[in-house]
Every structure is written in structure tokens, then in C-alpha cells.
């Protein structure tokens, strides 16, 4: 992925995919966002790990600024949440679509559709197109979080590599500490591997950014470890 945004805090770069400066964790604001307070809300919640709530927000704003969903940033946001609360592949694939037919030339919508492409792709089978996709985004961009979780969870869900499956959780999760789904699925891999402790932590965790039933449920299986 391309390194663009400067952070003002510190002055390194960093993805806009990211959000927040890998080096002193200053939320990165992008010009769109400056212009649009609720774009800013949406990634603060989407930094945060509240990805349901940066979800509403953001079909909201979708249906109220249309033209939005044009906006590179806006449209990488998006993407983002629905990648990470498990969207319909059609709706990821239009929000991204859109854009790149405004901005064709730009790299980091060609690898998101990719990425669409090559989660599409998975099957049943060892090694299949997709599998080989995600490995080739990984080599070109060592830290696209979604491709190393599609990989990840794909190897341990599909392939029942726990081992294989570990290097690419951890990475993702290194990369993008507020990915509960991500987590989750560390979490497993890391209970079947006898890592018994590291999963409760990570349950745990997953149990402070949810609500309701769903942060009850990781809680009860932090306690079961």
C-alpha cells in the first residue's frame, strides 16, 4: 500500500487504510475528513474497534452525500468496516467500484478489489486462487490487515493449519490491534495451540470494544480457558 499521509504530531507516514500513526498513534485526518466532521467520527470509531457503530454511521452518511462514496478516503473507510463486521462481498465490491471508476489510477482501491476478488476466490480446497491471491498481496504489501486475516482465518477455519493460520492472526492483529473479529480468531487458534492464557487476554479484550450479547459471550469464553 502507498505511504502518503504525514502525521502532524510526529511527521512520519502512514497508510490511510491504517488511520492512526503506527509511531505516536495520532489519528491520521485526511482533507475529506477536515471538510466532513461525521467522515471523522466514523474512523475514530472505526480506530477504535466500534466498527457496528462506524457501520451505521456510515450508510447514513452514504445516503445523505451520495457523491461521497466517490472519495477515495471515504470509500477506503467504508470498505475497511465492511471487511471488518463480515459485509455482503457485493456491497464492498460497489463502494470500492465506484471510486476507482472516479480514480482509476489509484493503487490502494486496485488492491482492495483484489482483495474482494481473492476472498471470493476461497474454497474448500488446499492452495486454491484465492489462497494464492492473499499470498501475493501479502508479499507486495507485508501489512494489508484484511489480507493477512482472510489468509489467517481461511488456513485455521478451512485448512485447519493452526500453525500457518498463527503467523498471519498475529501479524493483522500487530498491525490493527482494534480488529475484534481478528483477535477472535487469534484467540481460537491460540487456545488450540495450549496458549491458554493469551487467548483469555484476547477475549477479554474483545469483550471491552463490544456490547450486549456479544461481550458477554467472549467474556464467558475468556473464563472458560
Not at 488446499?126 to 499470498?135: M, S
Not at 498475529?170 to 496458549?195: I, S, T, W
Request: some cysteine.
Amino acid at each position: 500500500m502507498n505511504f502518503e499521509i504525514v502525521c502532524p504530531s510526529c511527521g512520519a507516514l502512514s497508510s490511510p487504510a491504517v488511520g492512526v500513526c503506527p509511531y505516536c498513534k495520532t489519528v491520521m485526518t485526511t482533507e475529506t475528513e477536515k471538510q466532513n466532521p461525521t467522515m471523522a467520527t466514523i474512523k475514530q470509531l472505526y480506530n477504535d474497534g466500534k466498527t457496528d457503530r462506524a457501520l451505521v454511521m456510515a450508510r447514513n452518511l452514504e445516503a445523505q452525500k451520495p457523491e461521497l462514496i466517490k472519495d477515495v478516503n471515504f470509500a477506503l473507510l467504508y470498505a475497511n468496516i465492511l471487511f471488518e463486521v463480515d459485509g455482503p462481498s457485493s456491497k464492498t465490491r460497489a463502494v470500492l467500484g465506484q471510486a476507482f471508476g472516479e480514480h482509476p489510477a489509484d493503487p490502494r482501491l486496485a488492491e482492495y478489489l483484489e482483495l474482494v476478488e481473492a476472498e471470493a476466490n476461497l474454497s474448500q480446497e488446499r492452495n486454491d486462487a484465492g489462497e494464492q491471491e492473499l499470498v501475493q498481496i501479502i508479499r507486495r504489501s507485508p501489512e494489508n490487515v484484511y489480507a493477512l486475516f482472510f489468509l489467517g482465518s481461511h488456513l485455521y477455519w478451512v485448512e485447519k493449519d493452526a500453525h500457518q493460520a498463527l503467523r498471519y492472526l498475529e501479524q493483522c492483529v500487530r498491525v490493527r490491534p482494534n480488529f475484534v473479529r481478528a483477535k477472535a480468531c487469534l484467540a481460537v487458534v491460540y487456545k488450540e495451540l495450549g496458549m491458554q492464557d493469551a487467548a483469555a487476554r484476547l477475549l477479554n479484550d474483545c469483550a471491552t470494544k463490544t456490547s450486549g450479547s456479544t461481550k458477554e459471550f467472549f467474556q464467558s469464553l475468556a473464563v472458560s480457558q
